[in-house]
Structure formats: structure tokens, C-alpha cells
């Protein structure tokens, strides 16, 4: 039986970066992993920074995505620090394209700037000639964020934190209302200060209080690359039906399906010719370059589309899940804010709309 501070379930992004931030704050917490280290939704994202072209309604989504944009620089240095690694960091920024009036439509509440059909093509020459209009929205990045994975290991590694990949937490151990620790599946025990669930599309799984406190579900996302001898664009391209990303390497990054298949991470002929269509229409040059990769990953959504981030009704019990589509871009302020609640003080963005208990019932 294992004695730490904290128990973090979770080892993809949000646990890893919540880890670091607590390691800064000189508090040690064990990272459970289910599976491989690191290889679900933040292996298989896009690397997307997208607070503009992720356009969100709702306004305390929209000052989270702004806030954890504007940390990102930041974030990302602190990291060097402890991982010198590169994590393919790009600020060109994002190109919205619409081929008809529909696609136009869809772009109008876009804060960049309106771009004709000859100005992006003397951004981008290899765009398609049947684009009709769009945008440049620079305040869009990206990283490749499976190296950016890579660094964050690497970086728990160096700052000691505990981490344990084939360790899957079954259910929580509580005692008069308070939380213990973790319960594992292999029935052993690990006892701790608090547990943070972080487990994405499985933080449900972790008993009735997860369950009703952290709802997730998962939405498969399908996603393919091909290889380029040298970049055809240097901006991220993106239409309502794809969206391509541009590594330094040549490497294209194509996505993305959104499929209710449960917890099914196949890939299939439909959802890759889906992808390839869209591709093809935007980068019609990239029906002559080489097929490198196909996968899928599992987001985790929630029951209205926000996360869920903060304390519950169980003491020492904390949920940051249900980050959907911006995983990557949410972590450095999900992790500071988790680490403020954590540490009792007043959290840098108000926290109820993304407040566990907005699930929870008095009948549970």
C-alpha cells in the first residue's frame, strides 16, 4: 500500500501538466495511467491551438480558451526547463476557407481578418482555385502534440513525479465522506491526500461518484497523415469538412471525424474517404502525396459540451475532464486552476459553469 499526496487519474495531457504545476508548488502526486503512457486522446489530437477557429458560444468557454492561449509561450518555456525537447511549436496561424455561400456563412463571427480568394492563394499557392473567400485568424497555433507528449514525460520524469502507465484505478476509496485514495484493478490500494480525476472519455468509469460527478462519453474522432517532400503550406488550412496542420517535416495532419462509437477506436473506409475528400477540395495537390497514417482517438465530451473542472460534494475529490476538442490548447490553464483550487486559493477564472456538482443530484 502506496502513501502519496495526491493520486492523479489520468496520464494524458491534463494529468501530466496538473502533475507539473503541483511539482512546482512542491506537492508530489502518483499519475495512473491505463493504458500506455500517453497514447489515447492527447496522442491521437491534432496539436490544434485554436481559440479563434474553435469558435465558441459560450462566454466562460470562450475566457478559458482565451486564457490558456495566452498562457501558452509561458507554459511552454517552463517546460524547456526541465525537457529540452522540441515540441514543434507554430504561430503562423490559421486559414478558413469557404468554397460557396454555406461555407461563408459558417465563417461570418470569425474575429480574423476577411480575406479574398487571390489573397489566400498569394498566402498559400497551392490552395485550391475554387475557394471563394476566408479568413486569417492569427491568433491560431499549433504544436505537434505528440512530441509535446513526449516532453511532458520527460518532464514528470525530472521533477520526480510518480508514474505509472498499465495502472488502471477501478474505484475510490472513501471514509465518512472523504475521499482516501484509489482502489486498483488489480484490488490493491494506493492511500492519498486527495484524487484528481483526469481520465478523459473513462472518468465515469471510476464508480458512482465519478459517474454522477464526472459524465464523460466518448466521441471517436478518425484522423489520417500523408508525407510531403517538402511542405506544400505553412499555415494551418482548415474547411467545414477537414482541416490540415503542416509539420516542419513534410508530414500533413488530416482530420477530423466526430462518430458516437462508443469506446470503439477503429478506423474505417467511410471516415478516411470523409477525410480525403475534404483534404483533396482544399490541397488538391495532396492527392499525389504519400499515405503515411491512419488513427482514431476518443474525446471526451460532456453532457453540455464543457468541461468539468473543480471540487466536488466529496471532500478531496477533484474532477478536470470533459475537454472535448481542445485538450491540448486547455492544459497549462487547467492545470493552473486545478493546482489554485487544490491549494485553497481563489481560482484565476471563475469555475462554477464548469463545476462538477452542475451534475450532480440529491437522489445519486
Not at 486552476?337 to 481560482?347: A, D, F, I, K, Y
Request: glycine share 10%; net charge neutral.
Amino acid at each position: 500500500m502506496a502513501i502519496r499526496d495526491g493520486v492523479i487519474v489520468g496520464g494524458g495531457i491534463i494529468g501530466l501538466s496538473l502533475a507539473l504545476e503541483l511539482a512546482r508548488e512542491r506537492i508530489s502526486a502518483v499519475v495512473l495511467e491505463r493504458g500506455e503512457a500517453s497514447r489515447e486522446a492527447s496522442w491521437a489530437a491534432a496539436g490544434m491551438l485554436a481559440p479563434t477557429s474553435e469558435h465558441h458560444e459560450h462566454p466562460a468557454m470562450e475566457a478559458l480558451v482565451r486564457a490558456s492561449s495566452a498562457l501558452y509561450p509561458e507554459w511552454l518555456a517552463q517546460l524547456r526547463q526541465l525537457s529540452p525537447l522540441e515540441v514543434g511549436y507554430r504561430t503562423e496561424g490559421t486559414l478558413a476557407v469557404a468554397f460557396d455561400d454555406s461555407d461563408a456563412a459558417g465563417l461570418a463571427d470569425f474575429p480574423g481578418e476577411r480575406l479574398t480568394a487571390a489573397e489566400l492563394r498569394r498566402l498559400e499557392p497551392a490552395l485550391s482555385h475554387r475557394i471563394a473567400t476566408g479568413f486569417y485568424l492569427n491568433d491560431d497555433q499549433q504544436v505537434d502534440n505528440r512530441l509535446l507528449m513526449t516532453a511532458l514525460w520527460e518532464g514528470a520524469v525530472r521533477a520526480g513525479v510518480g508514474l505509472r502507465p498499465g495502472t488502471e484505478a477501478r474505484a475510490l476509496l472513501s471514509a465518512s465522506g472523504r475521499v482516501t485514495g484509489v482502489q486498483l484493478a488489480d484490488k490493491s490500494r494506493i492511500q492519498a491526500g486527495f484524487v484528481v480525476d483526469a481520465a478523459g472519455a473513462w472518468a465515469g468509469q471510476l464508480g458512482k461518484a465519478a459517474a454522477r460527478l464526472a459524465p464523460t462519453r466518448p466521441v471517436r474522432g478518425q484522423m489520417l497523415s500523408l508525407r510531403a517532400q517538402s511542405a506544400p503550406v505553412r499555415h494551418v488550412a482548415r474547411s467545414p469538412r477537414a482541416y490540415i496542420l503542416p509539420r516542419a517535416n513534410g508530414r500533413l495532419v488530416i482530420g477530423s471525424t466526430m462518430e458516437d462509437a462508443g469506446y470503439d477506436k477503429s478506423v474505417t473506409p467511410a471516415g478516411l474517404a470523409g477525410l480525403l475528400a475534404g483534404a483533396r477540395e482544399i490541397l488538391p495537390a495532396a492527392s499525389q502525396f504519400a499515405f503515411e497514417e491512419a488513427w482514431a482517438g476518443l474525446r471526451p465530451d460532456t453532457p453540455d459540451h464543457l468541461p468539468i473542472l473543480g471540487a466536488t460534494d466529496l471532500e478531496n475529490f477533484f474532477v478536470a475532464t470533459g475537454h472535448f476538442r481542445n485538450g491540448i490548447l486547455l492544459a497549462p490553464i487547467t492545470a493552473r486552476l486545478m493546482t489554485e483550487v487544490l491549494l485553497g486559493r481563489t481560482p484565476s477564472l471563475p469555475l462554477a459553469p464548469f463545476s462538477p456538482l452542475r451534475f450532480a443530484t440529491r437522489d445519486s
